[in-house]
């Protein structure tokens, strides 16, 4: 039985056509759907002999049904015949053509036409099935004898192209019949111009003869390696290590040879570069002599072929003088000269430039100088530490102006050796130092600090005799730290036990930190902060323990156990911290407010809650704190775990203890986020209805002055048609109405699609799609726009590249974009050309299509409200250039849906460039 389906959205058009096509063709099974996506569903399940397809339906419509039908394996092949209501129109029977559809058919539909056209397609139907069956047998039986030999070409040729060496064959006169791309690139020229190039022409005659000789020795079945040099078509030299093994025939006459070779220059010439480089960094890594270590580095550099002359100062740290160190082939004027010159002004050229550079064309001030030494070239490269030059290198040639690229890199080994050994020296000179500061900063503390080694102390500062009540350092050294605790559990903790597990603790780990209990020389106990860090100098190991007093934060501790049993059951925030911003409480609420625990806020800084760009906001509220004394309802932002910020109001209290010293703060915080969001809603809905308004107006004004023109024109032609006109005023006044038509069509045409899109009834239909072929239709448009603009003399040109790679996205959106673009390139261009183009961006996987005009340009204030609906660049009524302003807003919105980005380049009277981009890959972005 055939079967028929019928796909319209109008259930009286379907009723009909059933009971037409069930009439005409008795063996029929009609079948019906309301929709586009309920037609494909259908199709896919019935496979029918023809589908009948209405043009016009909400969501899919008939032409995205018929594309959707087309590009899917299983419904590919059913005819599709297409109903409109749109007359003749040959745009939409092109593009229903283009979909996919065999024929199509206007309403109202003449019955005897259908039956026909149904009837016919029902023939192709079954002819193509039969011949499909056919194709399918063939297909399958080609398929299976050149899989296997596909296959196998396919592996030979991929390890032989993505192998890491060179591979070539000759013939008998030594010209290349074979190379691959890696042999291409090592002898440096392009494989079209090696192919059937004779070997003697790529090398030297010395080097050929090599070839002829190590291959003319060769036993058949063996082959020869030998090292060659040779040099590219840019000039570089270049030594290769070559497999040759020589082809002959049963008389023994030369058929040709295969070879295998590879580039191993860098490797020889590395070796000997670096054996040079150890004997060097032996000698900087040796000695503390900077005169024998400069001097051994910049002799090394001279023995390069374009340097013969140098010198090298360093700073002195006192006056900032430049002193010589050593010096090469140079003369005492210039030595004097370049000595007293601003070398820090030349370190901001050295981050820009390279590290040589000619004088001349940099440094002016150097000109005399090189004149008058007769130099070429110089080099001159600053050595920096902690950011501050402390040493500077020249290197010059009196007979090159440029330094070879080989040449850089030895000089700057000599760099990073001799910045390596400055550095070591300086470093040692500043142990020194620091040893001297670390003992003052030792005895300066207040806080009492010992050494232990081996369970006794070894060392300690004065401050933990005053917090212990002698007067001697004596007391401690050679004794355990232990002595000086107690024996008594107090407040359930063994002193003497804590001690014993601190030390193996941070032995173990390299660090402990706890609060233990000492007793002072009158017996008195005391409570104190220990923090244990593990040294190891790498001679000895030791610890290293730190004492604060806590008496003051024990009572302290008291005064907050007062306050926080008050506010544990607050329902506002309440923290407070010490003088230097460390949180030593926080209530439930002020800890929820924060989305955090409040075990997780104790010890931290407040900081962690407030936002980092408040930051001086912040230190200038802690001022005022800390002057008036207290912080009344200031509104600040504060931040969550997750790094949600959000508005709060804050109070503030400072309090002082018994020696008038600011000891602690005490904070309530209020959460004002709701109250925030109502005054923004307010606002916002405020300057949403402003907006709303004036866009209103906008389009409106628009819009009915771009109606008018061409109803005026169809109205007053349409009026002074009549019987007394000639016939070739008839003519010319009939088209100025078609066309005044078709500019009317073309503004409801863009108001529906805006209406779609804005909607977001607009729907993708991704595709594979060649770019070059959307640039064809894109100027295919022009070329129609050109003409019916009767601007002839402007020139339409087209920049495609060499490679093309397929895009995955809407081919129909994007041809809209086009339309939009070139349409508006024409309105604003008089005279000259517009290019229309594409190329690839590989970083972003997307490719960037243009559309260049030499037209009058935009002016840079009105480049971003250009891509705003019912904006243009010219907004007055009387503007000369017609237009809604939807098109290029339009346009974004089209780009916007395929994850692309729509700017444009342009200059008054010069002319405009629009670009924009689309993802190789549309589907991938989502």
């Not at 050796?417 to 142990?431: G, P, T, W």
């Not at 190891?536 to 007093?549: A, C, E, M, P, Y």
């Amino acid at each position: 039985m055939t079967i028929l389906l019928a796909i319209d959205d109008n259930k009286n058009n379907l009723l009909s056509l059933k009971s037409l096509l069930i009439e005409a063709i008795p063996d029929c099974n009609v079948i019906t759907a309301r929709s586009g996506s309920e037609g494909v569903k259908l199709a896919k399940k019935h496979k029918p002999d023809t589908i009948i397809l209405d043009v016009i339906m909400p969501e899919l419509d008939g032409f995205e049904t018929c594309k959707i039908l087309k590009t899917d394996e299983l419904t590919k092949s059913i005819p599709v015949i297409l109903l409109t209501a749109l007359l003749t129109d040959t745009k939409s029977k092109i593009k229903g053509l283009e979909a996919g559809a065999e024929a199509f058919l206007s309403k109202p539909i003449d019955s005897s036409e259908l039956i026909a056209q149904t009837r016919a397609m029902i023939r192709i139907k079954k002819a193509e099935e039969e011949l499909q069956k056919k194709k399918t047998k063939l297909e399958n039986e080609i398929q299976s004898q050149g899989k296997i030999l596909e296959e196998s070409n396919r592996e030979y040729k991929n390890i032989i192209e993505n192998i890491g060496e060179g591979i070539g064959k000759l013939d008998s006169k030594n010209k290349f019949t074979f190379i691959n791309n890696k042999g291409a690139e090592i002898f440096g020229y392009p494989k079209d111009y090696l192919l059937n190039e004779s070997l003697k022409k790529i090398l030297s005659d010395d080097m050929y003869k090599v070839v002829l000789e190590k291959t003319s020795k060769v036993k058949p079945g063996n082959s020869s390696k030998f090292y060659i040099k040779t040099t590219t078509k840019l000039g570089a030299e270049k030594t290769l290590f070559v497999t040759a093994m020589p082809e002959f025939d049963n008389k023994g006459e030369y058929l040709g040879a295969s070879g295998i070779f590879s580039d191993v220059t860098k490797a020889i010439r590395d070796e000997k570069l670096l054996k040079k480089q150890f004997d060097l960094a032996s000698i900087s890594s040796a000695t503390n002599d900077i005169k024998v270590i400069s001097q051994a580095l910049l002799e090394s550099a001279l023995d390069s072929d374009d340097l013969d002359s140098g010198v090298i100062y360093m700073r002195d740290r006192l006056d900032l003088s430049y002193n010589r160190i050593f010096s090469i082939g140079l003369s005492n004027d210039f030595l004097a000269s370049t000595s007293s010159l601003d070398f820090d002004a030349l370190k901001e050229n050295y981050n820009k430039k390279d590290v040589f550079y000619c004088a001349e064309d940099n440094l002016p001030i150097y000109n005399e100088i090189k004149v008058k030494e007769g130099l070429k070239a110089i080099g001159i490269i600053p050595i920096s530490n902690d950011d501050k030059v402390i040493s500077i290198i020249i290197v010059a040639s009196h007979d090159v102006e440029r330094i070879s690229k080989e040449t850089k890199k030895t000089v700057q080994f000599l760099v990073n050796q001799l910045n390596s050994a400055f550095k070591r020296i300086i470093l040692e000179q500043e142990n020194i130092a620091n040893i001297a500061k670390y003992k003052s900063l030792v005895e300066g503390t207040k806080d009492a600090i010992l050494t232990i080694r081996k369970g006794k102390i070894t060392d300690c500062n004065q401050a933990l005799c005053t917090m212990l009540g002698y007067k001697s350092k004596s007391v401690f050294i050679g004794k355990s730290p232990l002595n000086f605790t107690t024996n008594k559990i107090i407040a359930g903790i063994n002193p003497i036990e804590s001690g014993v597990e601190a030390i193996q603790e941070t032995l173990k780990h390299g660090f402990y930190e706890f609060e233990w209990i000492l007793e002072n020389k009158k017996g008195e106990k005391l409570w104190v902060e220990a923090r244990l860090s593990l040294v190891n100098t790498g001679k000895q190991r030791f610890i290293s323990v730190i004492l604060r007093d806590l008496t003051k934060h024990k009572e302290r501790e008291a005064e907050i156990h007062k306050f926080k049993t008050i506010t544990d059951k607050a329902n506002y925030g309440c923290a407070m911290t010490d003088i230097n911003g460390k949180l030593i409480y926080v209530n439930k609420a002020f800890a929820d407010m924060h989305n955090y625990k409040s075990e997780t806020l104790l010890n931290k800084n407040i900081n962690i809650v407030q936002c980092e760009f408040s930051q001086d906001y912040f230190k200038n509220i802690d001022n005022k704190l800390l002057k008036k004394g207290y912080l009344e309802s200031t509104e600040v932002w504060h931040k969550t775990s997750n790094n949600e910020e959000f508005p709060a109001l804050l109070n503030g209290m400072l309090f002082k203890d018994d020696n008038n010293l600011p000891s602690y703060i005490s904070y309530t915080i209020i959460d004002i986020s709701k109250i925030k969001q109502y005054e923004t809603d307010i606002k916002k809905a405020l300057a949403q209805a402003k907006e709303s308004d004036q866009v209103k107006a906008s389009f409106l004004a628009s819009i009915s002055h771009e109606l008018r023109t061409p109803l005026n024109a169809v109205i007053g032609f349409s009026q002074i048609l009549n019987s007394n006109l000639q016939d070739e005023e008839i003519d010319l006044y009939s088209k100025l109405i078609y066309e005044s038509g078709l500019h009317l069509k073309e503004i409801v045409d863009d108001i529906f699609y805006f209406t779609m899109v804005k909607s977001g009834q607009e729907k993708l239909n991704n595709s594979n799609i060649k770019p070059s072929l959307l640039v064809a239709a894109a100027h295919k448009i022009a070329l129609e726009i050109r003409e019916n603009s009767k601007k002839e003399d402007i020139k339409i040109k087209l920049l495609i590249p060499e490679k093309e790679e397929v895009i995955f996205s809407d081919e129909n959106k994007i041809l809209h974009v086009f339309k939009q673009l070139v349409r508006n390139a024409f309105k604003f261009t008089q005279k000259g050309e517009i290019t229309i183009g594409f190329d690839y961006e590989k970083q972003k996987k997307a490719v960037t299509f243009f559309i260049k005009d030499t037209g009058i340009g935009i002016p840079s204030e009105k480049k971003d409200i250009i891509f705003e609906f019912f904006r243009q660049a010219d907004e007055a009524l009387s503007r000369q250039y017609e237009g809604t302003g939807m098109g290029l807003a339009l346009t974004k919105k089209l780009i916007e849906m395929l994850d692309g980005h729509i700017w444009v380049d342009s200059e008054l009277e010069k002319g405009s460039t629009f670009y924009f981009n689309i993802p190789l890959d549309h589907s991938k972005t989502k």
